[in-house]
């Protein structure tokens, strides 16, 4: 199988920085090609760092559209 283009939409990956909704993008690492891609990541709305993120779509170059995606992999502060 040629994984030269294979395509970031449909997999799951983690952000490294926070997207910032209209504000701006963060950064997701997607697993992709045999080993783990970095993305410039935009969502609708705010999205913080090690939120899981479902990739919708390809916007071209290294940039792509997110969503958020089951819970976020870090701990929550409890008070």
């Known amino acids: ?25 963060g950064e997701v690492v997607v697993p992709i090609r045999g080993g783990s891609e970095t993305f410039t990541a935009y969502s609708a709305v705010p999205l913080p760092k090690g939120q899981q993120v479902y990739v919708v779509e390809d916007l071209g170059g290294r940039d792509v559209t997110v969503v958020g995606w089951g819970e976020r992999q870090d701990p929550l502060l409890t008070l």
């Open 1 to 25: 199988m040629d994984t030269a283009h294979a395509s970031p939409i449909g997999r799951l990956g983690h952000l490294t920085v926070a997207t910032r909704g209209a504000a701006g993008p």
